[in-house]
């Protein structure tokens, strides 16, 4: 009697056990972890009108598929993008974002889970993607003298308000904006003086660029070969019968050492008659002396020996009375 009384109490104790696990709130269901959804890239940067596509990791693919769409930002609140794929067997998905896709502009995406086990909905983090204008150089010319004024002519597509602006390469810091201006809304144009190293000889690095609400893109870069050359300043185009005259040249590089000359045309031909030291600035001054005492017209020009090659201004008159 005593082993059956003990042996029904331990059956006794056992059912209990059995029971109240059973009615436990933590044993209705067995205890999982929430699913995860991770990015793992994205293009965060393209020109309008190309694809845009961003690739996620979910963690929980053992026993369901799981549906992940884009979502788009806006001032009301998250909007769902078209974009809209299954995981894969290995809980990968990869999604194409479409949201105004051919529209310049900083948009900010999350990815949006839900319909996998127990049927959980979780997001990424929010991240950004630019969609980039494209921009093009329409001209700008190859080979230019220093000295002299050039600009670059440039499109943007497509044609919404925004700021144009060149930039030069640099080699102690880089690319460095030059000029800015607004993009014309009629044409999606903008042109722009290349200011940089404007008055020194060498071969520049350029590219121009634009922003758009907030998204920038720019051109291929194209390159400028400024050359050495002499300018004419200063020169009296009327003057005094037997009065000593000047014409004032520039040489570039701006700097003094080089040797500035005037010459004249006679008999078919030019013919040097005065030379001139340049100065700090590269100026020099040249003294006209050929028919000095003489009336009538002379046809002259200047020039400038840089770096042992010769250089010459455009001929100009002066005509003596």
Not at 33 to 54: C, M, N
Not at 142 to 160: C, D, E, F, K, L
Not at 208 to 214: C, E, F
């Amino acid at each position: 009697m005593k082993t059956s009384r003990l042996l029904g109490r331990v059956i006794a104790v056992l059912v209990a056990a059995a029971l109240a696990l059973t009615f436990s709130p933590a044993a209705t269901r067995p205890a999982h972890a929430a699913p995860t959804i991770t990015l793992i890239s994205a293009h965060t940067v393209k020109p309008v009108g190309q694809p845009i596509t961003v690739t996620a990791q979910v963690s929980e693919t053992a026993s369901a598929v799981c549906y992940v769409r884009g979502q788009v930002l806006l001032a009301d609140g998250w909007r769902n993008d078209d974009s809209l794929e299954l995981t894969d067997s290995f809980g990968r998905v990869t999604l194409t974002l479409t949201y105004r896709a051919s529209e310049p502009g900083v948009f900010t995406y999350q990815l949006l889970m839900y319909g996998c086990n127990y049927g959980d909905v979780v997001t990424t983090a929010p991240f950004q993607i630019q969609r980039t204008p494209i921009v093009t150089l329409r001209s700008a010319p190859a080979v230019s003298p220093a000295g002299t004024t050039i600009t670059a002519r440039s499109r943007v597509q497509p044609i919404y308000a925004g700021v144009g602006f060149t930039e030069v390469y640099t080699p102690t810091r880089g690319w460095l904006r030059s000029q800015q201006t607004s993009i014309n809304t009629g044409t999606g144009e903008f042109t722009l003086p290349l200011t940089y190293g404007a008055t020194t000889p060498g071969t520049y690095l350029w590219r121009v660029g634009a922003t758009i609400n907030g998204a920038t893109g720019r051109s291929a870069t194209f390159t400028i070969v400024r050359t050495p050359s002499v300018q004419l300043r200063s020169a009296s185009a009327v003057a005094t019968r037997g009065v000593l005259t000047y014409a004032r040249g520039r040489t570039y590089s701006m700097r003094p050492g080089y040797t500035g000359f005037a010459q004249v045309w006679y008999a078919n031909r030019w013919a040097t008659i005065s030379t001139a030291p340049t100065t700090a600035t590269g100026d020099f001054y040249a003294p006209l002396k050929y028919g000095v005492n003489s009336a009538g017209i002379n046809t002259f020009r200047l020039g400038a020996t840089i770096n042992g090659t010769r250089y010459y201004t455009p001929a100009f008159n002066v005509t003596r009375s």
